[in-house]
Each structure stands twice: as C-alpha cells, then as structure tokens.
Nanobody, 118 residues
Framework: QVQLVESGGGSVQAGGSLRLSCAAS?????MAWFRQAPGKAREGVAS???????KYTSSVRGRFTISRDIDKNTLYLQMNSLKPEDTAMYYC???????????????WGQGIQVTVSS
C-alpha cells in the first residue's frame, strides 16, 4: 500500500492562495485531493490520472489546479481565490485502479488543515 504525506496547509485570508503537496512512496495510477469540514461528509475536490486527465468538483473549478510530478511521485493542489467555505481538512488519496471524486481510494494521507478567514 502506498504511503502518502501531505504538506503545505495553513491559514490564509479570503482571496489568498495556498499550495498543497502530497509525497507518495511509489507510483500509482490515480491521485486525488479530498476535503472534510466539521460535521460534513468527505468531498472529492480534484483527481488526476497518470496521463494527466483531471476532474474537479464544481465549487473549485477555475480556482484550484491539480497537478502531479510522476518522476517525484508528488501530487500538488494550487488553491487560488480561497473562500471561507474552503476551510477543511484536506486529504491526499491514491488508487491503482480507480479515478473519480468518490472516496473509493485504497490509500489515504493523514490530512492537513486549511483555514480561510473572512
């Protein structure tokens, strides 16, 4: 099972930017970002295949960009124009077979907090 370690979270004011990174211990077909706010279900934010095919949830499209460095086994999420409703714990996920925004991934990171203040 792949090990995933997120970094880059923190606190920012609305309208600001953050970049999340996720280091994977080995190559996987698909990597994705999920988030979970207190009292809410885990939500798929964006996913990317090894071929670079991406999917985004509608609330972040145009503001967030997912990318990956295959050689470094690293996933990124560039978050711009952040809003208070983006506040959540963000999780990196990886799968050998599946690539979508439902949480059917076999490997998960420990999560990293992103807080956006108004």
């Amino acid at each position: 099972q792949v090990q995933l370690v997120e970094s880059g979270g923190g606190s920012v004011q609305a309208g600001g930017s953050l970049r999340l990174s996720c280091a994977a211990s080995l190559y996987t077909y698909c990597m994705a970002w999920f988030r979970q706010a207190p009292g809410k279900a885990r939500e798929g934010v964006a996913s990317i295949t090894s071929a670079g095919i991406t999917k985004y949830t509608s609330s972040v499209r145009g503001r967030f960009t997912i990318s990956r460095d295959i050689d470094k086994n690293t996933l990124y999420l560039q978050m711009n124009s952040l809003k208070p409703e983006d506040t959540a714990m963000y999780y990196c996920a990886a799968s050998r077979y599946y690539c979508d925004l439902d949480p059917k991934f076999g490997s998960w990171g420990q999560g990293i907090q992103v807080t956006v203040s108004s």
